[in-house]
């Protein structure tokens, strides 16, 4: 990374614990159990969750670790795809009141995740937020939502551009964002793998991270940029698997998503090493 750009500490993916237990509000907070038995110093809670869990993530859950909320939610809508309950919203007003909500609702708990003592707000995919308002307007929409949450007695937002803002991550310092970053790099590493590899081996994706893919999004904008580290990826249960696996081999027919296999302690913690500079 370059040094005058300051980083925060890896955050471990809890991505194992969701598939194991469901998204239940009881299973959120046994999450938030597991996840704090790990040392997993703070959690992104995903806009698919519903208010129920979400409330339940960050009240109910017996935990001193941080939280925060990344909007809007966006997945491909691909026919191998389960279904998802609702689009993100699209009109100027649908997008300030559903943000405005999530400042109002959420912002005030005391383990939600902040940066210099303002609330986080992740946006996971900046460029609908560009085209929806441009981009001289996506920076007045933040600075309108930066005196909302000051009026609620907050310290202003910190606005974070999440994983589906990659397109844009060189749009963002004039869109008026504060940071950014890819919270799984180990998915993106994956996907560039050739399409042979039908389930590719976590050790080579994770050196494809640490030696390529973090230093070339850290080089796409000057603002900050936030490395992230987990330890596989395996979204298996968003899709409906194939009834035939492919001949020859292609990750595109099956399993038709990225599956990171063979992950092991070492590599993890030699990936989580290259991040840290050791």
Not at 28 to 37: E, G, H, I, K, L
Not at 118 to 129: H, M, Q, S, W
């Amino acid at each position: 990374m370059a040094e005058s750009k300051p980083t925060v500490a890896a955050r471990a993916n809890c991505a194992p614990y969701f598939k194991k237990c469901g998204s239940t509000p009881k299973s959120v907070a046994s999450r938030s159990c597991w996840a704090t038995q790990a040392s997993v110093e703070w959690r992104l809670t995903p806009t698919w969750t519903t208010r129920c869990e979400a409330c339940a993530a960050m009240t109910k859950a017996k935990s001193d670790r941080t939280w925060t909320l990344q909007y809007p939610t966006v997945h491909g809508d691909g026919t191998n795809s389960r279904p998802f309950a609702a689009d993100p919203p699209q009109r100027p007003e649908q997008v300030w009141q559903s943000i405005s909500y999530m400042i109002a609702r959420y912002f005030h708990q005391p383990t939600y995740w902040r940066i210099g003592g303002a609330p986080v707000l992740v946006i996971y995919e900046a460029g609908r937020l560009r085209d929806t308002f441009g981009v001289a307007g996506t920076r007045q929409l933040l600075a309108e939502l930066r005196t909302f949450a000051r009026k609620l007695g907050h310290a202003g937002l910190h606005v974070h551009a999440s994983h589906g803002s990659l397109p844009v991550f060189g749009e963002l310092e004039a869109m008026g964002f504060d940071s950014y970053g890819l919270y799984s790099p180990i998915l993106l590493a994956a996907e560039r793998r050739p399409p042979e590899e039908e389930l590719p081996e976590y050790g080579v994706v994770a050196a494809d991270v640490a030696h390529d893919l973090w230093p070339r999004v850290d080089a796409l904008s000057p603002l900050p940029c936030f490395p992230a580290a987990s330890p596989g990826w395996d979204t298996t249960p968003r899709r409906v698997a194939p009834r035939a696996r492919a001949t020859p081999p292609n990750r595109t027919t099956w399993p038709v998503t990225s599956i990171v296999v063979d992950e092991t302690p070492a590599a993890f913690e030699a990936l989580l090493n290259s991040l840290s500079g050791k």
